[in-house]
């Protein structure tokens, strides 16, 4: 029987890591920009990255224009022979899906390790020699905390934890707005659903105030899209542990909304394992349909990634596992959940039936489009896509659909 106390410090470490991804991803944006000299929407960050290994992903890849790619691995609380196990599978030799990388960031707990210079040579030993590491232990993330927010990284406890997180979000909140709306109540949602790069986007070309954003009303020309597990249903059946369905969603949710705000979209809503995304809301920006299909590739890999974490924690060997996707273009409505209450919206409209509609018709690692969404895509995004026979949709008619198909990340051998 598991001790509940190694229990509560496991499901502790995984929420950890996965809190220390989004920091790490938002201090390697901020240290490019201010290095560099970029802007932040020049810098392309991604999570669960297919390195072109089986069951291989990278935590998080950066990427900017006129620099070379760059890995973070969250390794905090891993046994020292599980990392360099890691390391072996994943940087022991050049990525042919991440070209040119030429270092990692571990991030890493090092008090407490006595037996850490070891443990540090061996990971230097096994990681490519073209790859330079680059250790961010528990002092260094206090100083570029300091640096990147203004907040004091306190005790890594939940307590400590949740304060930094509701500071972080206070000071992105300040960021996109400023000083004149930080009273706002819909500063919780807005930042869930956008993040605060786009809401200062927002706020900067249109001039929108928080209450103006979301507001009950037509959008025209929304890209839909629908994400869900494959074999969801099979993989909770064969979980002994809730524990191990719940990380395995918290982490899919967590990088799955990342991938779409990162990609300009809105984070709609969670649905059990279905993800709703919207992409054109609420203006219509340029290459807007490209960043929808951007971030649907994002999502196939997300899905492999943690499934293959899953199938790790499971006896019985799942025959598939990733997501299947459904996407859709038309015309939606937002609409209040609560009369006087813009914090939950919801979404309706014909482009949200088509999309699911299409969902259903997607194999796993399967993305399948509406003819009207494929026709705005350029010519080399259409090129993988095939033709599909007219689809017979319940309530729709007759749709004429298009389907791109994905190299499979997953793996029943490890992740």
């Given at each position: 029987?598991?001790?509940?106390?190694?229990?509560?410090?496991?499901?502790?470490?995984?929420?950890?890591?996965?809190?220390?991804?989004?920091?790490?991803?938002?201090?390697?944006?901020?240290?490019?920009?201010?290095?560099?000299?970029?802007?932040?929407?020049?810098?392309?960050?991604?999570?669960?990255?297919?390195?072109?290994?089986?069951?291989?992903?990278?935590?998080?890849?950066?990427?900017?224009?006129?620099?070379?790619?760059?890995?973070?691995?969250?390794?905090?609380?891993?046994?020292?022979?599980?990392?360099?196990?890691?390391?072996?599978?994943?940087?022991?030799?050049?990525?042919?899906?991440?070209?040119g990388a030429d270092r990692v960031i571990?991030?890493?707990?090092?008090?407490?390790?006595?037996?850490?210079?070891?443990?540090?040579?061996?990971?230097?030993?096994?990681?490519?020699?073209?790859?330079?590491?680059?250790?961010?232990?528990?002092?260094?993330?206090?100083?570029?905390?300091?640096?990147?927010?203004?907040?004091?990284?306190?005790?890594?406890?939940?307590?400590?934890?949740?304060?930094?997180?509701?500071?972080?979000?206070?000071?992105?909140?300040?960021?996109?707005?400023g000083e004149s709306h930080v009273e706002?109540?819909?500063?919780?949602?807005?930042?869930?659903?956008?993040?605060?790069?786009?809401?200062?986007?927002?706020?900067?070309?249109?001039?929108?105030?928080?209450?103006?954003?979301?507001?009950?009303?037509?959008?025209?020309?929304?890209?839909?899209?629908?994400?869900?597990?494959?074999?969801?249903?099979?993989?909770?059946?064969?979980?002994?542990?809730?524990?191990?369905?719940?990380?395995?969603?918290?982490?899919?949710?967590?990088?799955?909304?990342?991938?779409?705000?990162?990609?300009?979209?809105?984070?709609?809503?969670?649905?059990?394992?279905?993800?709703?995304?919207?992409?054109?809301?609420?203006?219509?920006?340029?290459?807007?349909?490209?960043?929808?299909?951007?971030?649907?590739?994002?999502?196939?890999?997300?899905?492999?990634?943690?499934?293959?974490?899953?199938?790790?924690?499971?006896?019985?060997?799942?025959?598939?596992?990733?997501?299947?996707?459904?996407?859709?273009?038309?015309?939606?409505?937002?609409?209040?959940y609560r009369p006087f209450c813009r914090?939950?919206?919801?979404?309706?409209?014909?482009?949200?039936?088509?999309?699911?509609?299409?969902?259903?018709?997607?194999?796993?690692?399967?993305?399948?489009?509406?003819?009207?969404?494929?026709?705005?895509?350029?010519?080399?995004?259409?090129?993988?896509?095939?033709?599909?026979?007219?689809?017979?949709?319940?309530?729709?008619?007759?749709?004429?659909?298009?389907?791109?198909?994905?190299?499979?990340?997953?793996?029943?051998?490890?992740?």
């Amino acid at each position: 029987m598991t001790d509940p106390k190694t229990a509560e410090q496991a499901h502790f470490l995984r929420q950890l890591r996965l809190f220390l991804e989004e920091l790490c991803c938002e201090i390697c944006r901020f240290q490019v920009v201010g290095h560099h000299g970029l802007g932040a929407e020049e810098v392309t960050i991604s999570r669960e990255v297919d390195l072109g290994v089986p069951g291989a992903f990278a935590d998080v890849v950066v990427r900017a224009p006129g620099r070379p790619p760059l890995f973070v691995e969250v390794k905090y609380g891993y046994a020292g022979d599980r990392m360099v196990e890691h390391f072996v599978r994943k940087y022991q030799q050049p990525s042919l899906a991440v070209p040119g990388a030429d270092r990692v960031i571990v991030v890493v707990d090092r008090k407490g390790r006595a037996d850490w210079p070891q443990l540090e040579a061996r990971l230097r030993k096994v990681t490519h020699k073209d790859l330079k590491l680059e250790f961010w232990d528990e002092d260094r993330l206090r100083e570029l905390i300091g640096a990147c927010f203004g907040v004091k990284l306190g005790a890594m406890t939940n307590e400590g934890l949740s304060e930094l997180r509701n500071a972080i979000d206070d000071i992105k909140w300040c960021w996109a707005f400023g000083e004149s709306h930080v009273e706002s109540p819909l500063k919780t949602s807005l930042l869930w659903h956008f993040g605060y790069s786009r809401l200062l986007q927002l706020h900067k070309v249109h001039k929108f105030a928080p209450e103006q954003i979301l507001p009950a009303r037509r959008f025209r020309n929304a890209v839909v899209l629908l994400a869900d597990l494959s074999s969801f249903s099979s993989f909770v059946r064969d979980t002994r542990d809730d524990e191990v369905m719940r990380n395995a969603l918290t982490t899919f949710y967590s990088n799955s909304r990342y991938a779409v705000i990162n990609t300009g979209g809105m984070m709609c809503q969670f649905v059990g394992d279905e993800v709703l995304a919207l992409f054109g809301v609420p203006d219509v920006q340029d290459g807007y349909a490209k960043r929808a299909l951007e971030c649907a590739r994002s999502l196939l890999q997300i899905g492999s990634s943690v499934s293959n974490r899953w199938q790790r924690e499971i006896d019985r060997v799942q025959p598939s596992g990733g997501v299947h996707i459904g996407m859709a273009m038309g015309d939606i409505q937002s609409v209040l959940y609560r009369p006087f209450c813009r914090s939950h919206v919801g979404i309706v409209g014909d482009a949200v039936n088509l999309a699911a509609r299409l969902l259903a018709q997607a194999a796993t690692h399967e993305i399948v489009v509406s003819n009207t969404y494929f026709q705005t895509l350029p010519d080399h995004e259409q090129a993988p896509f095939q033709e599909m026979e007219p689809l017979e949709a319940k309530n729709v008619g007759l749709i004429k659909a298009w389907k791109l198909e994905q190299h499979s990340s997953y793996s029943t051998r490890g992740a």
